[in-house]
Structures are given as C-alpha cells and as structure tokens.
C-alpha cells in the first residue's frame, strides 16, 4: 500500500527565503505527483504535476522536482511571499487507468513578514 | 462554470439521517473524483467515475456510501444512516481525461451531531 510522507509537518521561515518542502512516498511506481496547496477552511488549488518520465516541473517562484527511484519529490518556493502562507499537500497517482490520489498529511508553512 | 463546484458548503445532520452531496465538474471533465478529508489529515479517496461508470470504489468506507453520476457529469455522493464518525470535509474533483491534473471543489463541510 502506498505511504506518503511530508517532513515537516510545520515550518515558519522570513518573508523573502527560499524554502524547500519535501515529500517522499513508498512505492516508486507511480503514474504522476501532483503538488497542491490549501488555505485554512477552503479546498485544494493544483500548483504542479510531474508526470512519472518528468525531472521537475516549473510555474513561476515555484520548481517541484521528482527523484521516483528514490521515491522523493521536492517544492522549492523561491523568494517566499506572506501569501504562500498556507497547507502544501503533494499527492500521487498510481497507475494511467488507477488515477486515485493518495495524499501525505501536509505541511503547514507560515511566512513571517 | 469556471471550476468545479459543490452544494452545500455545509451540512449538518443528525445520527442517523440521510444526506447528499452534490458536485459539478469542470465542463467537459470526464474523470470525476470524491474524497474525504478529516481534520489535520490529508484526503483520502472514495471513488472514481470515468463517464457514468465507477472505475474504482474501493475507497468507499461501507456499504451505506453510495455515488451516481448518471449523465457523466453531475455526481451525487449519498450517505444512509450517518455516524459521528462521518463528519468530515468531502472534496471533489475533476479532470480533463484519464491521469490527467485533478482540479478540486472548495469542499462540503459535514457535521453529524
């Protein structure tokens, strides 16, 4: 059964740093990874997806890498805004044809201005 | 609409009622997802609709957990004889085709007192 994990749980950096969030999962078979963030109280917005052949993925301040033989996925936010505050979730998908979600448990990152 | 939406935001019911929860997709959306999130914890899965049929409902918790998308785009989520224990936010998703982004819906928020 797929398990995956997000260290840290929680993190609090300066306005301005560039942070990494990881993400690590147990079985390296997946189809793609998905990172998402949540604001307190409201549902998920898709920030990237790294199919399984995809290194990494870029959308402005954001850069998620993928390492599947390892099983690890990395969000790097370069010069952190108090608006990235939020719930950063990444998510994979195991299989084309078996596209449920599993999700680890977060990460809550606080941006202090 | 521009993303995919669910009704109510909020329900609150008694033990042992009856409820339903409705999502609607992104237009176009053939793949459509329920999951359920509890407080502190990622969503898990529930099920999984390609068209009018479910591919996959092995997320569903027990037999008093239903799901129809008759029409293959509308879906109705449907709780018989609720439990405490159901109380959760339940989320829903669409994506464009098979293993493909999944965008989310802000959630409906279930209370059963």
């Known amino acids: 059964k797929q398990e995956v994990t997000q260290i840290p749980a929680a993190l609090s950096v300066p306005e301005g740093e560039n942070l990494v969030l990881n993400c690590s999962f147990t079985?390296?078979?997946?189809?793609?990874l998905q990172w998402f963030r949540q604001d307190p109280g409201k549902g998920l917005t898709s920030l990237l997806l790294?199919?399984?052949?995809?290194r990494e993925q870029t959308s402005g301040r954001l850069n998620a890498s993928l390492d599947k033989s390892s099983g690890r996925s990395t969000l790097y936010i370069a010069a952190s805004q108090p608006g990235d505050s939020a719930t950063y979730l990444c998510a994979v998908a195991a299989n084309f044809g078996n596209e449920k979600l599993t999700f680890g448990t977060g990460t809550r990152l606080t941006i202090i201005p | 609409g521009a993303g995919v939406s669910q009704t109510p935001s909020n329900k609150v019911t008694e033990k042992g009622k009856y409820v339903e929860l409705r999502c609607d997709p992104i237009?176009?959306?053939?793949?459509l997802y329920w999951y359920r999130q509890s407080l502190g914890q990622g969503p898990e899965f529930l099920i999984y609709?390609?068209?009018?049929?479910?591919?996959?409902d092995s997320g569903l918790p027990n037999d008093r957990f239903f799901a129809v998308r008759p029409e293959g785009s509308v879906s109705t989520l449907k709780i018989q004889r609720t439990e405490r224990g159901d109380s959760a936010v339940y989320l829903c998703?669409?994506?464009?085709?098979?293993?493909?982004?999944?965008?989310f819906g802000p959630g409906t928020r279930l209370t059963v007192l």
């Open positions: 079985d390296s078979a997946i189809y793609n």
């Open positions: 998703a669409s994506s464009l085709r098979v293993g493909g982004e999944q965008f």
């Open positions: 790294i199919q399984s052949s995809q």
């Open positions: 237009s176009g959306h053939t793949a």
């Open positions: 609709f390609q068209g009018t049929g479910a591919a996959d």
